[in-house]
């Protein structure tokens, strides 16, 4: 695949640049744009978001490794991200791991054998009344239990079949898997099409040079 924007693409990137203050505060959802596009940020995607906002390729790496969400490295098409932060924790987020281990055959930061899922721990997603919480894609599964994850995977596996290798990935809606007893996907608001926060190291960056530091 070629390391270049369609015309269309590109015209979505004025649109998000047209947004902010400054160009390079357009970096996480342009990042966003190119891990859809090619699955995820190999060091020629992130050259490519550089010479596009003109920022440093180091400046676009800072971000993509401080991230979570951005992937250096093709990935299974489902990651299933679990928080075990505090709140989840203290609501049966261990016991939960444990049952997704054992149900996929793999520890955390591993994907299954054929490629379709893989474990992740996360940090808080902001779902702490509501635990325990995973993310697939950019959906919220919360109150979750054993029996929950145990109706949910199956779907999530027919799903991915339609994706045709393709993977889901982090601000895109994940599948639809019909409803899961006693458990509904929320989808964050920000996902629903405002706009991004300028990522941080941006952000500082642009303080300091302005003499704010």
Request: hydrophobic letters at 40%; one cysteine or more.
């Amino acid at each position: 695949m070629p390391f270049e924007w369609t015309e269309e693409e590109a015209r979505e990137i004025a649109r998000l640049v047209a947004q902010y203050p400054k160009k390079d505060f357009a970096l996480l959802p342009v990042l966003h744009l190119a891990q859809k596009k090619f699955g995820h940020l190999s060091p020629d995607a992130q050259i490519l978001v550089a010479d596009t906002l003109a920022v440093p390729p180091t400046r676009v790496r800072e971000v993509v490794t401080f991230y979570e969400m951005f992937h250096e490295h093709a990935g299974a098409q489902v990651h299933l991200e679990l928080c075990t932060n505090i709140s989840c924790h203290l609501l049966g987020a261990d016991a939960l791991m444990d049952h997704l281990k054992r149900r996929l055959g793999v520890e955390v930061g591993h994907q299954t054998e054929d490629g379709v899922f893989e474990l992740v721990e996360t940090e808080c997603l902001a779902s702490c009344g509501s635990g325990p919480c995973m993310k697939v894609g950019n959906d919220y599964y919360e109150h979750l239990t054993p029996e929950a994850i145990d109706t949910l995977l199956p779907r999530l596996r027919e799903a991915a079949k339609k994706l045709n290798g393709r993977n889901y990935y982090e601000g895109e809606r994940g599948p639809h898997v019909g409803p899961v007893p006693g458990v509904a996907p929320r989808r964050p608001a920000a996902a629903e099409g405002a706009p991004a926060s300028p990522d941080p190291i941006s952000a500082i960056s642009a303080s300091k040079s302005d003499g704010h530091a």
